[in-house]
């Protein structure tokens, strides 16, 4: 008997075992379901999260990074002296629309106030800006009364090869005037640079930097070359008496050089104005000074 129930006994152990051993595996099983399930909602929150981050649900998807408004090419201001580096300006975030106001102080008098045109020369008027801001124009000369009929200005050196350690290209340059069936320009064809434009002047040609042309006469070459940055808004006057100074020999054989000095005592530039380019004729100031 004793046998018999030892028997029973180890069935019944036997029995429990292995009901502990499924319970057991079940609720393995169980763990490794929950912890799998678990895994793929954070994944899944992860995925939601970056998706949302990036801007997947928004009504507009976000815009990429600003692309550049303006190039800046460095030049080396050991290789030319002439140069002064005072950094660039930035290339994006610039305005590309309206105008802002550029106001020239000389000894001869003023102001010479012009509107610089963001649309058309963006780069131009960013340069112009940019150096102002740093004083780069500031108690220097205006080296050149050229054959062309302009004040040229923006060169510290006084040079005609000065500027800042970088350059930029030609943006708005007009184009060459019609020919005529006598080769002469068509009658009443406006010139490429009226009188009060405002241009951009490199060396070389076509690599500009912070040098610039007044125009105090209607200019109409064969092949225009200048970047048209903007446009005399007040004190043409004093422009057209700058330009009726004598002239002597620069140093390299051409009578360009004021013989009177034209400094630059400030030139500043407003703020954006988001008024379009004036399309009226140049003013005169009130006053010569």
Same mark, same amino acid.
């Given at each position: 008997m004793a046998s018999s129930r030892d028997r029973q006994r180890k069935l019944a152990r036997a029995k429990l075992d292995r009901q502990l051993a499924r319970r057991a595996a079940a609720a393995k099983r169980r763990r490794q379901i929950q912890a799998g399930v678990g895994a793929?909602?954070?994944?899944?929150?992860?995925?939601? &999260?970056?998706?949302?981050?990036?801007?997947?649900?928004?009504?507009?998807?976000?815009?990429?990074?600003? /692309?550049? %408004?303006?190039?800046?090419?460095?030049?080396?201001?050991?290789?030319?002296?002439?140069?002064?580096?005072?950094?660039?300006p930035p290339t994006t975030g610039l305005p590309t629309a309206g105008t802002r106001t550029m106001t020239v102080t000389t000894n001869q008098g003023g102001p010479i106030t012009a509107d610089l045109d963001l649309a058309?020369?963006?780069?131009?008027?960013?340069?112009?800006?940019?150096?102002?801001?740093?004083?780069? $124009?500031?108690? %220097?000369?205006?080296? /050149?009364?050229? +054959? /062309?009929?302009?004040?040229?200005? &923006?060169?510290?050196?006084?040079?005609?090869?000065?500027?800042?350690? $970088?350059?930029?290209?030609? /943006?708005?340059?007009?184009?060459?005037?019609?020919?005529?069936?006598?080769?002469?320009?068509?009658?009443?064809?406006?010139?490429? $640079?009226?009188?009060? %434009?405002v241009a951009m002047i490199g060396n070389p040609p076509g690599s500009n930097g912070s040098?610039?042309?007044?125009?105090?006469?209607?200019?109409? !070459?064969?092949? !225009?070359? $200048?970047?048209?940055?903007?446009?005399? +808004?007040?004190g043409l006057d004093v422009v057209e008496k700058i330009g009726a100074l004598p002239t002597v020999d620069n140093g390299s054989g051409a009578k360009v050089k004021p013989k009177t000095d034209v400094v630059i005592q400030s030139l500043t530039v407003g703020e954006p104005n988001a008024a379009p380019a004036a399309t009226s004729a140049p003013a005169a100031s009130p006053s010569a000074g």
């Open positions: 793929a909602v954070v994944l899944a929150l992860i995925v939601v &999260g970056s998706a949302w981050a990036l801007g997947a649900f928004d009504s507009e998807p976000k815009k990429q990074a600003t /692309e550049d %408004t303006c190039l800046w090419t460095p030049q080396d201001a050991t290789a030319n002296t002439n140069l002064k580096d005072v950094g660039t058309a020369a963006p780069c131009g008027a960013a340069s112009i800006s940019f150096l102002a801001g740093k004083s780069f $124009y500031d108690n %220097t000369k205006c080296h /050149e009364i050229t +054959t /062309e009929g302009a004040l040229r200005c &923006g060169d510290p050196s006084g040079s005609g090869i000065g500027g800042p350690a $970088y350059s930029f290209y030609n /943006e708005s340059v007009p184009t060459a005037p019609e020919a005529s069936p006598s080769a002469s320009p068509a009658p009443a064809q406006p010139p490429a $640079y009226p009188k009060g %434009t040098q610039f042309l007044i125009f105090f006469k209607d200019f109409n !070459p064969p092949t !225009p070359g $200048y970047t048209v940055v903007g446009k005399v +808004t007040g």
